[in-house]
């Protein structure tokens, strides 16, 4: 009898240590990765002279990285708001970086920078400035800019479409879209000129059939002498947007009004994203998720589905038995929305009971 109940104890023993290791397995290396926005490879240089001090060349690339994250996550009239934030603010955001490649070259200094900001905080901080920000998300679309010179009677795809030809010269590193041009195919141009008198209204899915790409913008340059207006046709995750846009007093053949052009149309397409994309901080909806404990390969899926939800803004162990752990979410949307984005990532959810089952 003692030796069984030895066996006993033995095995209560292994159970409570067994879960300890899975919680403090589960909970912190999510608990970072889910919970920062992360700027990473941002290269920061400065003059190494007789005053050169390190400090503040961190404190350089603190501010540098912060510029970045604002311009990946909010709109540009939003980011105007808080591009001048104290670099205490600032460092009050930062849970963590890295400098690394530190070199000289020609009397400079340079260093590699990865910073990460706490992500709760920085909602937060966005939240006390009346601004929701977005979720980075990087997209490939087609672009398909048309030139039209309205003058020369001339519609050109490719060949004297300048727009075709330097799109892709200049892109930021905050940009999140990502632009591929269509290949020069004579049938393109056969389709553009039988439809050049109601271009406006083309729809081109005989162009952008051949790319594999749902998402698109169709851009329309009318050339008028010194006027360019533009017709933009953006589609992004099934949503249509229509924009149009005119600049006076335009010579295409200086980089300078070129650029003025490019920068504001892609200005337009990255807002436009990004409120597709906007975390509504506001909301704050609070899940509680049962998982069956001894199901470990499941609660690593849910693990890395609750750690990839861009949505998720926090969560947690809430409890746990021998039987079933318990996941305290908080979810910056709706429990249809929660339940569609996690099923993508691998996780079904039972909703028939008061508190929620990962399947």
């Not at 290791?21 to 941002?42: D, H, Q, Y």
């Not at 591009?83 to 205490?88: G, R």
């Not at 309205?150 to 892109?171: E, R």
Request: no cysteine.
């Amino acid at each position: 009898m003692q030796l069984k109940k030895k066996i006993k104890n033995l095995n209560k023993l292994y159970i409570i240590f067994f879960y300890s290791v899975l919680f403090i397995n589960v909970i912190f290396p999510t608990s970072l990765s889910a919970n920062s926005f992360k700027i990473t490879n941002l290269e920061i240089s400065e003059p190494f002279e007789l005053n050169f001090n390190k400090e503040k060349v961190i404190d350089k690339g603190f501010k540098v990285a912060f510029l970045e994250l604002v311009s990946m996550i909010t709109t540009s009239g939003d980011k105007k708001k808080i591009e001048n934030t104290s670099l205490s603010t600032i460092k009050g955001l930062i849970d963590s970086f890295t400098m690394s490649d530190e070199r000289f070259v020609n009397n400079e200094y340079h260093a590699m920078f990865d910073v990460n900001f706490n992500k709760k905080n920085t909602l937060k901080f966005f939240e006390r400035e009346n601004i929701f920000p977005s979720i980075p998300k990087k997209k490939n679309l087609l672009l398909i800019p048309v030139m039209v010179d309205l003058q020369l009677n001339k519609i050109s795809l490719f060949d004297s479409n300048v727009f075709y030809d330097k799109w892709n010269n200049n892109h930021e590193r905050h940009y999140l879209l990502n632009y591929i041009l269509p290949s020069e195919d004579l049938e393109d141009v056969g389709l553009l000129s039988q439809n050049s008198q109601s271009i406006e209204d083309y729809d081109f899915k005989k162009v952008i059939r051949k790319y594999d790409l749902n998402d698109f913008i169709i851009t329309i340059i009318y050339k008028n002498n010194d006027k360019i207006a533009v017709l933009s046709k953006i589609q992004l995750n099934k949503s249509l947007k229509v924009d149009n846009k005119k600049f006076e007093t335009i010579d295409l053949f200086k980089e300078k009004d070129l650029n003025l052009i490019l920068v504001s149309l892609k200005n337009t397409y990255e807002n436009y994203w990004k409120s597709i994309n906007q975390i509504n901080t506001s909301i704050k909806l609070p899940l509680t998720i049962s998982i069956n404990a001894t199901k470990h390969k499941k609660i690593r899926i849910l693990e890395y589905a609750l750690d990839e939800l861009d949505l998720v803004s926090n969560f947690e162990i809430l409890r746990l038995n021998n039987k079933n752990i318990y996941f305290k979410i908080i979810y910056n949307g709706s429990p249809n929305r929660f339940i569609s984005e996690i099923k993508n990532k691998g996780v079904e959810i039972n909703t028939q009971n008061q508190i929620w089952e990962a399947q």
